[in-house]
């Protein structure tokens, strides 16, 4: 049930931010960043309240949340609980209140950043739907799944260096790619531009060089998650990802929303993974329900046109749990830092409107799409806006991650 603010606009059942919610981010009004929450249309300066003692010492000043990542889920709770009481509508109006309304600012006049510090970036395969009609695509429906899929979340390292945050400008990468009736490849734009509609798993607590983690002890680490669009270079991967897969097809920019929402939060909405169709080794099986019940969602809004919904899937569908990603990550001995992000894998329904890629959507480019202004595309086009959304609906409230949005730029020597 949604839990009431002294914050009005946090009590609208259609508010992302409730006071169930509480995200964690990085915000500037004009000045340095530093850490905050959101509850309803307002952004609550984190470091105000450490200097004022309202909250403990937790890096709040700094202008991203490794710090505080790094202390570990009793903090986590313990600050968590902490705002709970100060921006609860059963909080007695006094001296402390004032402080905390002090440090309110309003969302649209701030400046929203990168929340974390991202160590490494690891990007999973592990949307079993995307996976079957990727390989349906590319190899034939009889050999869709690598005949390791269904015994190991398949991933590959990805570039922290170019995750960014909603709102940054996405410029068409370059690169190499190869037309199946030339005798030698090309250089230029990108021709085949696509979006993965992912999650992505924010990691906490590190671990130990040579010291796998089971997954329950996985799950612990997880700090929260966000919206995570990894834009997708598919006529450069075609060329480049035989025999090591992805490179530069990836790794010219990956999308996250600002606001890095808990466990806490989503708790009410843990679902279980899909039944197996092969029984997974100990070390990887399920221990619980640790998927999450979220509704997400692809917006397209072509150059000079209105959006477009052309996909609402849900994080259920996931094979595999960032969790049992994780467990998997460090069973090799692969040290995690605070600061890693795991991204969840394109995240497709059954049906055609629940896939979550144009690779799906227009299976190839040859079943274009048409957008609500009568526009059609096959893959993105410069001057194209993609949006990926998402929330958890609970009763009479819901808990949101903030958009997680990109527009593209033209190549640049175009």
């Known amino acids: 049930m949604l839990m009431s603010s002294w914050v009005e606009t946090a009590n609208d059942p259609q508010c992302p931010f409730p006071l169930n919610n509480l995200p964690f981010g990085v915000f500037s009004a004009g000045d340095a960043p530093r850490c905050a929450t959101a509850i309803g249309d307002k952004v609550l300066d984190l470091a105000a309240l450490q200097k004022a003692g309202l909250l403990p010492a937790c890096g709040f000043d700094e202008p991203a949340l490794n710090t505080f990542m790094a202390k570990g889920p009793q903090v986590w709770q313990a600050v968590r609980d902490r705002l709970t009481s100060l921006l609860s509508a059963e909080h007695e109006d006094g001296e402390t209140r004032l402080q905390v309304t002090s440090a309110l600012h309003e969302a649209c006049d701030v400046r929203l950043h990168l929340p974390f510090q991202v160590s490494e970036y690891t990007d999973f395969y592990a949307g079993k739907q995307h996976a079957i009609n990727v390989g349906t695509m590319f190899r034939g429906a009889e050999n869709a799944l690598p005949p390791n899929w269904l015994h190991i979340p398949i991933g590959y390292n990805g570039r922290a260096s170019t995750v960014v945050v909603s709102g940054t400008e996405i410029r068409r ?188 959507m227009t299976w190839g480019g040859k ?35 903030g958009s997680c949005k990109g527009t593209i730029l033209p190549a640049f020597d175009s």
């Open 173 to 360: 990468p370059l690169g190499q790619t190869k037309a199946p009736d030339a005798d030698m490849p090309s250089f230029g734009p990108c021709q085949r531009l696509d979006i993965e509609l992912e999650m992505g798993a924010v990691i906490g607590l590190p671990s130990n060089m040579g010291q796998p983690v089971s997954v329950d002890e996985a799950d612990a680490m997880i700090f929260g998650y966000v919206l995570l669009n990894d834009w997708s270079a598919r006529d450069i991967q075609a060329w480049e990802y035989q025999p090591l897969g992805p490179f530069q097809a990836k790794a010219f920019a990956t999308t996250i929303s600002p606001w890095i929402v808990t466990k806490a939060a989503l708790e009410p909405f843990r679902c279980p993974t899909p039944e197996r169709e092969k029984p997974l080794l100990p070390h990887l099986r399920d221990t619980g329900p640790m998927l999450y019940d979220i509704e997400l969602g692809v917006s397209m809004t072509a150059k000079g046109g209105a959006p477009t919904v052309i996909s609402q899937t849900n994080y259920r569908y996931m094979y595999y749990s960032a969790a049992q990603q994780l467990a998997h990550h460090s069973s090799s001995g692969c040290a995690m830092r605070t600061g890693d992000l795991l991204g969840s894998g394109t995240v497709s329904g059954p049906d055609k409107h629940q896939y979550g890629s144009l690779l799906e």
């Open 367 to 401: 079943e274009p799409l048409t957008l609500d202004d009568g526009q059609t595309r096959r893959f993105i086009e410069d001057g194209d806006t993609l949006a990926l959304h998402g929330h958890a609906q609970g009763q009479g409230y819901r808990i949101g991650f």
